[in-house]
Nanobody
Framework: VHMVESGGGLVQAGGSLRLSCAAS????????MGWYRQTPGKQRELVAD???????NYADSVKGRFTISRDNAKNTVYLQMNSLKPEDTAVYYC???????????WGQGTQVTVSS
């Protein structure tokens, strides 16, 4: 199983980025998926998740700014991030719900840096 995140980078506050996560080795269409982020010295936290039916859930800190979506035909989950803030700076990871619960499948993540 592999989760390959991409799309991170350096952006000014107020800017936008779109992250992608390509999943392989799982039956993507039957797996709830999520985006998570981690900063040094802190635990990984949920940013957003999406069920197999497309129902979404967001952390309070990103509501109204971030949008999670999925394309089952491409085995890919996306995170559109708008109105970025310096506090959004982190390494962003995706994972299936099963992988999150079991502590497996974590990929390398993609670094997002928001300058003020």
């Amino acid at each position: 199983v592999h989760m390959v995140e991409s799309g991170g980078g350096l952006v000014q506050a107020g800017g936008s980025l779109r992250l992608s996560c390509a999943a392989s080795g799982i039956i993507f269409s039957i797996n709830p998926m999520g985006w998570y982020r981690q900063t040094p010295g802190k635990q990984r936290e949920l940013v957003a998740d999406i069920t197999i039916g497309g129902t979404t859930n967001y952390a309070d800190s990103v509501k109204g700014r971030f949008t999670i979506s999925r394309d089952n035909a491409k085995n890919t989950v996306y995170l559109q991030m708008n109105s970025l803030k310096p506090e959004d700076t982190a390494v962003y990871y995706c994972n299936s719900n099963y992988g999150r619960i079991t502590g497996s499948y974590w990929g390398q993540g993609t670094q997002v840096t928001v300058s003020s």
